[in-house]
């Protein structure tokens, strides 16, 4: 079982940058592939970033594409997303998920933290 914990969302002008955290709860951490998702009000769930379980690879949704970097450090059971230039588009729930294989599929994620929220104001 994996338990995640997302901390770091806040209130951020346009243009402004924000540093969300997820922390795992798991002996085994370093074998899921981790992914950052987004919900905004009345919209569904959208991919915004994975990383492989290693930290070797990683793929973004082109909405963030060169804005946001994803990254984990093992040692930490930590997985981060740096989000650079947000955008008023940016506002939503942002939650980390663990899965056992590299997927941009909300449903293929098994475990899921609580969500932090990230307001970007305009």
């Known amino acids: 079982q994996v338990q995640l914990v997302e901390s770091g969302g806040g209130l951020v002008q346009a243009g402004g940058s924000l540093r969300l955290s997820c922390a795992a709860s798991?002996?085994?951490?370093?074998?899921?592939?981790m992914g950052w998702f987004r919900q905004a009000p009345g919209k569904e769930r959208e991919f915004v970033a994975r990383?492989?379980?290693?930290?070797?690879?990683?793929y973004y949704a082109d909405s963030v594409k060169g804005r946001f970097t994803i990254s984990r450090v093992n040692a930490k059971n930590a997985v981060y997303l740096q989000m650079n230039s947000l955008k008023h588009e940016a506002t939503a729930v942002y939650s980390c998920a663990a899965s056992i294989v590299p997927t941009v599929v909300p449903g293929a994620y098994p475990y899921w933290g609580q969500g932090t929220q990230v307001t970007v104001s305009s």
């Open positions: 990383i492989t379980s290693s930290g070797g690879s990683t």
């Open positions: 798991s002996r085994t951490f370093n074998s899921y592939n």
